[in-house]
Nanobody, 124 residues
Framework: QVQLVESGGGLVQAGGSLRLSCAAS????????MGWFRQAPGKEREFVAA????????RYADSVKGRFTISRDNAKNTVRLQMNSLKPEDTAVYYC?????????????????WGQGTQVTVSS
């Protein structure tokens, strides 16, 4: 059974930083792409960032490009999202997801497993 557990969310002022982590278990972590998505109240879940199986390729939503950085540590079965220069519009529940294959993807259906989410709130 695959489990993804996010941590690191919280309340931060605009312009601040947070680092989210996601610990994975249940299948060979290094064989699959990983992604981060977010869902704000009243909105659909949206893609944030993705990283390929060995970390050689990354992809970002235009709204976070230059501010967020996704990374992974295959020895620790962990994926992280460093979020800098946070804005109130980044407020959302952030979800970690594990891909169906090794390459980065943006569509929800390309991800097989999801975590429970962690709340990020950015105050103005």
């Amino acid at each position: 059974q695959v489990q993804l557990v996010e941590s690191g969310g919280g309340l931060v002022q605009a312009g601040g930083s947070l680092r989210l982590s996601c610990a994975a278990s249940g299948r060979t972590f290094s064989s699959y792409a990983m992604g981060w998505f977010r869902q704000a109240p009243g909105k659909e879940r949206e893609f944030v960032a993705a990283i390929s199986w060995m970390g050689g390729s990354t992809r970002y939503a235009d709204s976070v490009k230059g501010r967020f950085t996704i990374s992974r540590d295959n020895a620790k079965n962990t994926v992280r999202l460093q979020m800098n220069s946070l804005k109130p519009e980044d407020t959302a529940v952030y979800y970690c997801a594990q891909g169906r294959g090794p390459f980065t993807a943006q569509a929800n259906e390309e991800y097989a497993y999801w975590g429970q989410g962690t709340q990020v709130t950015v105050s103005s």
